[in-house]
Protein backbone atom coordinates (compact mmCIF):
# COMPACT_ATOMS: atom_id res chain seq x y z
CA UNK A 1 0.00 0.00 0.00
CA UNK A 2 1.18 3.20 -1.14
CA UNK A 3 1.37 5.54 1.73
CA UNK A 4 -0.16 8.34 0.01
CA UNK A 5 -3.00 6.35 -0.04
CA UNK A 6 -2.84 5.79 3.96
CA UNK A 7 -2.46 9.25 4.01
CA UNK A 8 -5.93 10.08 1.93
CA UNK A 9 -7.47 7.81 4.43
CA UNK A 10 -5.90 9.44 7.47
CA UNK A 11 -7.18 13.13 6.36
CA UNK A 12 -10.54 12.17 5.42
CA UNK A 13 -11.16 10.84 9.10
CA UNK A 14 -9.20 13.86 10.43
CA UNK A 15 -11.18 15.87 8.43
CA UNK A 16 -14.47 14.00 9.61
CA UNK A 17 -13.99 14.55 13.19
CA UNK A 18 -12.84 18.32 12.37
CA UNK A 19 -16.15 18.84 10.95
CA UNK A 20 -18.05 16.54 14.36
CA UNK A 21 -19.29 14.08 11.60
CA UNK A 22 -17.88 11.25 13.19
CA UNK A 23 -16.71 11.04 17.05
CA UNK A 24 -15.08 8.67 19.36
CA UNK A 25 -17.01 4.96 19.18
CA UNK A 26 -18.94 6.10 15.76
CA UNK A 27 -19.39 3.78 12.95
CA UNK A 28 -16.63 4.42 10.19
CA UNK A 29 -17.84 3.64 6.39
CA UNK A 30 -18.16 0.81 5.10
CA UNK A 31 -14.90 -0.26 2.87
CA UNK A 32 -16.80 -0.18 -0.19
CA UNK A 33 -18.04 3.41 0.60
CA UNK A 34 -14.53 4.70 1.38
CA UNK A 35 -13.50 3.17 -1.93
CA UNK A 36 -15.97 5.18 -4.18
CA UNK A 37 -15.65 8.15 -2.28
CA UNK A 38 -12.34 8.51 -2.48
CA UNK A 39 -11.86 6.62 -4.82
CA UNK A 40 -9.43 4.04 -4.19
CA UNK A 41 -9.47 0.15 -4.44
CA UNK A 42 -11.39 -1.88 -1.79
CA UNK A 43 -8.05 -3.73 -1.24
CA UNK A 44 -6.56 -0.34 -0.49
CA UNK A 45 -9.39 0.93 1.83
CA UNK A 46 -8.76 -2.61 3.89
CA UNK A 47 -5.11 -2.45 4.76
CA UNK A 48 -5.37 1.63 5.44
CA UNK A 49 -7.69 0.74 7.95
CA UNK A 50 -5.80 -2.41 9.10
CA UNK A 51 -2.86 0.38 9.63
CA UNK A 52 -5.05 2.56 11.81
CA UNK A 53 -6.20 -0.34 14.16
CA UNK A 54 -2.55 -1.59 14.83
CA UNK A 55 -2.60 2.43 15.29
CA UNK A 56 -4.97 2.22 17.91
CA UNK A 57 -7.18 5.25 16.07
CA UNK A 58 -9.50 2.38 15.10
CA UNK A 59 -11.01 -0.94 16.49
CA UNK A 60 -12.55 -3.65 14.04
CA UNK A 61 -15.26 -5.67 15.28
CA UNK A 62 -16.06 -8.92 13.34
CA UNK A 63 -18.83 -8.61 11.57
CA UNK A 64 -19.64 -5.27 11.99
CA UNK A 65 -17.16 -3.09 10.44
CA UNK A 66 -14.45 -0.47 11.94
CA UNK A 67 -15.07 1.88 14.36
CA UNK A 68 -13.39 5.08 15.55
CA UNK A 69 -11.79 4.37 18.76
CA UNK A 70 -13.49 6.09 22.08
CA UNK A 71 -10.43 6.16 24.31
CA UNK A 72 -6.80 6.69 22.83
CA UNK A 73 -5.19 6.36 26.14
CA UNK A 74 -4.34 2.65 25.81
CA UNK A 75 -2.98 3.51 22.30
CA UNK A 76 -0.89 6.55 23.35
CA UNK A 77 0.67 4.28 25.74
CA UNK A 78 1.91 1.30 23.82
CA UNK A 79 2.91 3.82 20.81
CA UNK A 80 4.55 5.34 23.55
CA UNK A 81 6.38 2.04 25.47
CA UNK A 82 6.58 1.06 21.11
CA UNK A 83 8.56 4.22 20.46
CA UNK A 84 11.16 4.08 23.46
CA UNK A 85 11.89 0.38 22.40
CA UNK A 86 12.44 0.69 18.91
CA UNK A 87 14.07 4.31 18.60
CA UNK A 88 16.48 2.71 21.91
CA UNK A 89 16.44 5.89 23.97
CA UNK A 90 17.82 5.96 26.95
CA UNK A 91 16.56 6.36 30.64
CA UNK A 92 17.82 9.65 31.11
CA UNK A 93 16.34 10.85 28.21
CA UNK A 94 12.84 9.41 29.45
CA UNK A 95 13.68 11.17 32.25
CA UNK A 96 14.77 14.43 31.08
CA UNK A 97 11.05 14.17 28.93
CA UNK A 98 9.48 14.00 32.49
CA UNK A 99 11.28 16.55 34.13
CA UNK A 100 9.82 19.27 31.54
CA UNK A 101 6.53 17.96 31.75
CA UNK A 102 6.59 18.51 35.81
CA UNK A 103 7.99 21.19 35.76
CA UNK A 104 5.21 23.16 33.65
CA UNK A 105 2.27 21.46 34.97
CA UNK A 106 3.55 22.67 38.60
CA UNK A 107 3.73 25.90 36.53
CA UNK A 108 -0.28 25.18 35.86
CA UNK A 109 -1.17 23.80 38.87
CA UNK A 110 -0.56 26.73 40.73
CA UNK A 111 -3.05 28.37 39.15
CA UNK A 112 -5.28 25.32 38.55
CA UNK A 113 -5.15 23.31 41.84
CA UNK A 114 -8.02 22.66 43.54
CA UNK A 115 -8.79 22.16 47.21
CA UNK A 116 -9.62 18.38 46.97
CA UNK A 117 -5.88 18.22 44.88
CA UNK A 118 -4.22 20.07 47.47
CA UNK A 119 -5.76 17.47 50.11
CA UNK A 120 -5.03 14.32 48.25
CA UNK A 121 -1.69 15.61 47.56
CA UNK A 122 -1.11 15.90 51.21
CA UNK A 123 -2.49 12.78 52.24
CA UNK A 124 -0.01 10.95 49.64
CA UNK A 125 2.74 13.10 51.52
CA UNK A 126 1.59 11.74 55.01
CA UNK A 127 1.20 8.41 53.84
CA UNK A 128 4.78 9.05 52.18
CA UNK A 129 6.53 9.88 55.28
CA UNK A 130 5.12 6.66 57.25
CA UNK A 131 5.75 3.95 55.08
CA UNK A 132 6.47 1.33 56.41
CA UNK A 133 8.78 -0.27 53.13
CA UNK A 134 10.20 0.76 50.14
CA UNK A 135 7.55 -0.65 48.29
CA UNK A 136 5.60 1.20 49.67
CA UNK A 137 7.44 4.51 49.41
CA UNK A 138 8.28 3.99 46.15
CA UNK A 139 4.29 3.44 45.06
CA UNK A 140 3.35 6.58 47.14
CA UNK A 141 6.46 8.54 45.43
CA UNK A 142 4.91 7.67 42.18
CA UNK A 143 1.57 8.72 42.96
CA UNK A 144 2.49 11.87 44.40
CA UNK A 145 4.07 12.70 41.24
CA UNK A 146 1.16 12.01 39.60
CA UNK A 147 -1.29 14.11 41.52
CA UNK A 148 1.01 17.42 41.11
CA UNK A 149 0.34 16.69 37.33
CA UNK A 150 -3.23 16.29 37.91
CA UNK A 151 -3.59 19.15 39.79
CA UNK A 152 -2.61 21.07 36.72
CA UNK A 153 -5.65 20.20 35.01
CA UNK A 154 -4.28 19.91 31.46
CA UNK A 155 -5.71 16.98 29.84
CA UNK A 156 -2.00 16.88 27.40
CA UNK A 157 -0.09 17.10 29.59
CA UNK A 158 -2.18 14.25 31.89
CA UNK A 159 -2.01 12.05 28.80
CA UNK A 160 1.81 12.52 28.10
CA UNK A 161 2.74 11.68 31.60
CA UNK A 162 0.59 8.73 31.88
CA UNK A 163 1.70 7.47 29.22
CA UNK A 164 5.32 7.62 29.71
CA UNK A 165 4.40 6.46 33.64
CA UNK A 166 4.47 2.75 33.42
CA UNK A 167 7.76 2.99 30.95
CA UNK A 168 9.36 4.94 33.64
CA UNK A 169 8.01 3.10 36.36
CA UNK A 170 9.72 -0.10 35.36
CA UNK A 171 13.14 1.91 36.10
CA UNK A 172 12.15 3.97 39.27
CA UNK A 173 12.48 1.00 41.72
CA UNK A 174 16.22 0.21 40.60
CA UNK A 175 16.92 3.46 40.49
CA UNK A 176 16.05 4.59 44.30
CA UNK A 177 17.77 1.74 45.09
CA UNK A 178 20.64 3.11 44.17
CA UNK A 179 19.71 6.66 45.59
CA UNK A 180 19.29 4.73 48.63
CA UNK A 181 22.82 3.30 49.36
CA UNK A 182 23.42 6.69 50.67
CA UNK A 183 21.37 6.38 53.76
CA UNK A 184 20.96 10.34 53.60
CA UNK A 185 19.42 10.29 50.68
CA UNK A 186 15.87 9.13 52.03
CA UNK A 187 15.60 11.97 53.86
CA UNK A 188 16.42 13.89 51.06
CA UNK A 189 13.98 12.48 48.87
CA UNK A 190 11.68 13.17 51.64
CA UNK A 191 12.25 16.92 52.09
CA UNK A 192 12.26 17.16 48.09
CA UNK A 193 8.71 16.07 48.39
CA UNK A 194 7.83 18.13 51.04
CA UNK A 195 9.41 21.71 49.56
CA UNK A 196 7.20 20.76 46.24
CA UNK A 197 4.21 20.27 48.47
CA UNK A 198 4.61 23.58 50.36
CA UNK A 199 5.48 25.74 46.87
CA UNK A 200 2.41 24.57 45.83
CA UNK A 201 0.40 25.88 48.56
CA UNK A 202 2.59 29.33 48.99
CA UNK A 203 2.23 29.41 45.15
CA UNK A 204 6.26 29.66 44.83
CA UNK A 205 6.98 28.98 41.24
CA UNK A 206 10.38 29.67 41.56
CA UNK A 207 11.21 27.43 44.78
CA UNK A 208 9.10 24.09 43.30
CA UNK A 209 10.97 24.37 39.69
CA UNK A 210 14.57 24.25 41.55
CA UNK A 211 13.41 21.56 43.86
CA UNK A 212 11.83 19.49 40.76
CA UNK A 213 15.50 20.31 39.04
CA UNK A 214 17.31 18.83 42.00
CA UNK A 215 15.10 15.69 42.55
CA UNK A 216 15.05 14.80 38.86
CA UNK A 217 19.25 15.44 38.86
CA UNK A 218 19.16 12.99 41.49
CA UNK A 219 17.72 10.24 39.90
CA UNK A 220 20.07 11.03 36.43
CA UNK A 221 22.89 10.58 38.69
CA UNK A 222 21.87 6.97 40.11
CA UNK A 223 20.94 5.27 36.73
CA UNK A 224 21.88 2.08 37.39
Known sequence: MKDKNYNIILEYIKEKIE???????????????????????????????????????????????????????????????????????????????????????????????????????????????????????????AEFHRAIVEASHNIFFMSLYNSSRLTLEKFIKNIRISILKNSNNKDILLKHHKIIYQALIEKNLDLGREVIKEHFLLMKKNIF
Open 19 to 141: NNTLKPGEKIETERDLAEKLNLSRTTVREALKVLTAMGITNCIQGSGYYLKDDFKDSLFENFNLFFLLTGQNVSDLIDFREGIEIKAFELALTNIKDEDLRKIDMIFKDLKNAASEDESSLLD
